[in-house]
T-cell receptor, first 114, second 112 residues
Framework: DAEITQSPRHKITETGRQVTLACHQTWNHNNMFWYRQDLGHGLRLIHYSYGVQDTNKGEVSDGYSVSRSNTEDLPLTLESAASSQTSVYFC?????????????FGSGTRLTVV | GQQLNQSPQSMFIQEGEDVSMNCTSSSIFNTWLWYKQEPGEGPVLLIALYKAGELTSNGRLTAQFGITRKDSFLNISASIPSDVGIYFCAGQLGNAGNMLTFGGGTRLMVKP
């Protein structure tokens, strides 16, 4: 069965370190998205990609970067982790066009920056 | 950016009660979706709506796409403890391509 997998599920890192969160999907979806979820803020879009070599900034992109070298993966990198980036991160994917099935979400990565 | 106003923010109800939550916006949406997020998991799609006025059910869940295309509601009948979670509405704007806008979520708690 097709799936979308995030790893790790939990991570603790120190302020200033570079951290990469993985997202891998086997749906063959062109569109991939990264969100962060914080209490009181719902889901906020960090970065998204509509295909290989395509990346775009979302509403809270400062301090984050992504790269899309293949269809299956969209890793999210925190260049220099800050305590304000402590959050739960969700990756999602969707088909090329239309919203017939909406987004499919991963199970999330809980990141703590100490 | 565009915002969806979702209400209520939280609900604490007794098992067996019916639940209603809604999302409104000043913008017109082409598609409305409702997701449920259980603790420790990502949101899962419950219902998708594609036409103004559309009413769709999924078991005890019923959702409607508002006639004005600026709102949607989700009803849960005869709630049970496993309905606990955060419910999100999401909408696709006409000019937003493949982008969804999410509401802030409704946290539902059910007392057995």
């Amino acid at each position: 069965d097709a799936e979308i997998t995030q790893s790790p599920r939990h991570k603790i890192t120190e302020t200033g370190r570079q951290v990469t969160l993985a997202c891998h999907q086997t749906w063959n979806h062109n569109n991939m998205f990264w969100y962060r979820q914080d209490l009181g803020h719902g889901l906020r879009l960090i970065h998204y990609s509509y295909g290989v070599q395509d990346t775009n900034k979302g509403e809270v992109s400062d301090g984050y970067s992504v790269s899309r070298s293949n269809t299956e993966d969209l890793p999210l990198t925190l260049e220099s982790a800050a305590s304000s980036q402590t959050s739960v991160y969700f990756c999602a994917s969707s088909q090329r066009k239309g919203m017939k099935d909406g987004y499919t979400f991963g199970s999330g990565t809980r990141l703590t920056v100490v | 950016g565009q915002q969806l106003n979702q209400s209520p923010q939280s609900m604490f109800i007794q098992e067996g009660e019916d639940v209603s939550m809604n999302c409104t916006s000043s913008s017109i949406f082409n598609t409305w979706l409702w997701y449920k997020q259980e603790p420790g998991e990502g949101p899962v799609l419950l219902i998708a709506l594609y036409k103004a006025g559309e009413l769709t059910s999924n078991g005890r869940l019923t959702a409607q796409f508002g006639i004005t295309r600026k709102d949607s509601f989700l009803n849960i009948s005869a709630s049970i403890p496993s309905d606990v979670g955060i419910y999100f509405c999401a909408g696709q704007l006409g000019n937003a391509g493949n982008m969804l806008t999410f509401g802030g979520g409704t946290r539902l708690m059910v007392k057995p």
